[in-house]
T-cell receptor, first 111, second 114 residues
Framework: SQQGEEDPQALSIQEGENATMNCSYK?????LQWYRQNSGRGLVHLIL?????REKHSGRLRVTLDTSKKSSSLLITASRAADTASYFC???????????FGKGITLSVRP | GAGVSQSPSNKVTEKGKDVELRCDPI?????LYWYRQRLGQGLEFLIY????????KSGLPSDRFSAERTGESVSTLTIQRTQQEDSAVYLC????????????FGSGTRLTVV
């Protein structure tokens, strides 16, 4: 079963615009992570936010976490065509638990 | 090696045949995971190995699926009597527990059952 649910399912923006993707989950979590996938192959880890954190930055990425609403958002600023990919949120419930992934968001950045 | 290595990268097999997929995790990573991803879908958890603990097999879809891992090294995922619905990309990932960091994924094996 899916723990994380991302929305929108698909997002198309112009290069230079910001992209905001949301993820909601159902049960209490330990960590929430965002991954990027190009061309249906291996996923690349982008950023991890712990349940006691509210916001985290990494380069052009900003992640927020609201545990009261069981939701997270991923913001990509000043998007580039190379950001075109599928983005997944994933959650775990403890240090020794597996990650459960959402269905993903397809982001298209038009040059 | 520097990353997670999976082989083969592509496999086409006839319905009813057995296939074996291999994953070489990053050296020192104690945790290893197998996921399945059907075309245009999210990742479906299959099985999780953590050190010497009993593996979490709760995601295996049927008894045709099995996986083994020797210590903290190579893992093989075996699918017996393959069916067309087994066609998917099979992704392996490893991580170092208990830092709780991100997973490192391999490039996957694209399995096509004809």
């Amino acid at each position: 079963s899916q723990q994380g649910e991302e929305d929108p399912q698909a997002l198309s923006i112009q290069e230079g615009e910001n992209a905001t993707m949301n993820c909601s989950y159902k049960t209490s979590i330990n960590n929430l992570q965002w991954y990027r996938q190009n061309s249906g192959r291996g996923l690349v880890h982008l950023i991890l936010i712990r349940s006691n954190e509210r916001e985290k930055h990494s380069g052009r990425l900003r992640v927020t976490l609201d545990t009261s609403k069981k939701s997270s958002s991923l913001l990509i600023t000043a998007s580039r065509a190379a950001d075109t990919a599928s983005y997944f949120c994933a959650t775990d419930t403890g240090a020794n638990s597996k990650l459960t992934f959402g269905k993903g968001i397809t982001l298209s950045v038009r040059p | 090696g520097a990353g997670v290595s999976q082989s083969p990268s592509n496999k086409v097999t006839e319905k009813g045949k057995d296939v074996e997929l291999r994953c070489d995790p990053i050296s020192g990573h104690t945790a290893l995971y197998w996921y399945r991803q059907r075309l245009g879908q999210g990742l479906e958890f299959l099985i999780y190995f953590q050190g010497n603990s009993a593996p979490d097999k709760s995601g295996l879809p049927s008894d045709r699926f099995s996986a083994e891992r020797t210590g903290e090294s190579v893992s093989t995922l075996t699918i017996q009597r393959t069916q067309q619905e087994d066609s998917a990309v099979y992704l392996c990932a490893s991580s170092f527990i208990p830092l709780g960091g991100g997973y490192t994924f391999g490039s996957g094996t694209r399995l096509t059952v004809v």
